[in-house]
């Protein structure tokens, strides 16, 4: 199912609906069926964390507008070298928030050709990110937290849709505080990276039943002090066995989309899209 058929099937409670959601935007993405999208907020409201005694403590629904300023930032992260591009890390972002909008309780993240150049000589791309780094509120995932996502993994060539954690506020952590809950690529379709950065370790969960283009999937990461565990759909995939530098442990939190420079994975010929459905986070 392409992303240039603008189609979406999505699986809810053993029942298959349809939705039609167009790649360039307009008003058939803006007036999806609200009865829909409540159907689907309660069925994902009636699946408790995997890890049991925790409560919601941060929650993104993307019900409405987002929330520039107070509890996202989208056009930079200390994560990028130049603030809002990054081409040393193999990727052809340029950072915007327009390329982030909601649509009917989905966060649409769109990349599309830059009239910016970057460093290398490349075009840059257009794309989307949200962090809680630089907002009015800040917000941390802890030691012990427990996050998780669900979201439709993409299939446009040059897609790199990522969870994951950011700080520069511990110098003395290693790599920056960073976990990565998961990234994705379509050229390697059944696969997932699942990486410790904090004390490093990696693992790629393959599952051809559950991972795979245009599939809905719930992912999630205990950060534990002894050991960061995996899930998805509920089900534990992974524990590294190490976990996070201690107790103290503390992160901001992003989601992107990253754009492939064709190093490693495919550069975009066209248009490509990544869909969020919530991120929460239980304490």
């Not at 928030?97 to 649509?103: E, L, R, S, Y």
């Not at 075009?123 to 962090?131: E, H, N, P, R, Y």
């Amino acid at each position: 199912m392409p992303s240039s058929l603008a189609t979406r099937l999505r699986v809810l409670a053993g029942s298959a609906v349809l939705l039609s959601l167009p790649l360039a935007g307009g008003a058939e993405a803006a007036d999806a069926s609200e009865s829909v999208h409540k159907s689907r907020h309660a069925a994902a409201g009636r699946l408790a964390p995997p890890v049991e005694g925790k409560t919601l403590v941060f929650g993104e629904e993307f019900d409405g507008p987002i929330e520039w300023g107070t509890k996202w930032t989208g056009d930079r992260t200390s994560a990028f070298s130049h603030v809002d591009h990054d081409p040393e890390f193999y990727n052809l972002d340029w950072l915007t928030k327009d390329a982030v909008t909601v649509h009917g309780g989905l966060a649409r993240f769109t990349a599309t050709p830059s009239a910016h150049t970057l460093e290398n000589g490349k075009q840059a791309w257009d794309t989307g990110l949200i962090t809680t780094e630089y907002t009015d509120r800040g917000f941390q995932v802890r030691a012990g937290d427990y996050i998780e996502t669900r979201v439709q993994l993409p299939d446009g060539v040059g897609a790199w849709p990522s969870l994951w954690t950011w700080s520069v506020d511990h110098p003395e952590d290693a790599g920056n505080d960073e976990i990565d809950t998961f990234e994705y690529h379509p050229d390697g379709p059944y696969n997932l990276e699942l990486t410790n950065h904090v004390k490093p370790d990696v693992d790629n969960y393959t599952n051809s039943d559950v991972v795979k283009p245009c599939e809905w999937i719930t992912i999630g990461t205990y950060y534990g002090v002894d050991s960061v565990d995996w899930y998805v759909n509920g089900e534990k995939v992974f524990s590294d066995g190490l976990g996070v530098t201690g107790p103290e442990w503390e992160s901001h939190v992003v989601m992107n989309m990253s754009v492939s420079d064709g190093t490693y994975h495919p550069a975009p010929t066209e248009p490509i899209d990544f869909w969020a459905d919530y991120i929460r986070v239980y304490r």
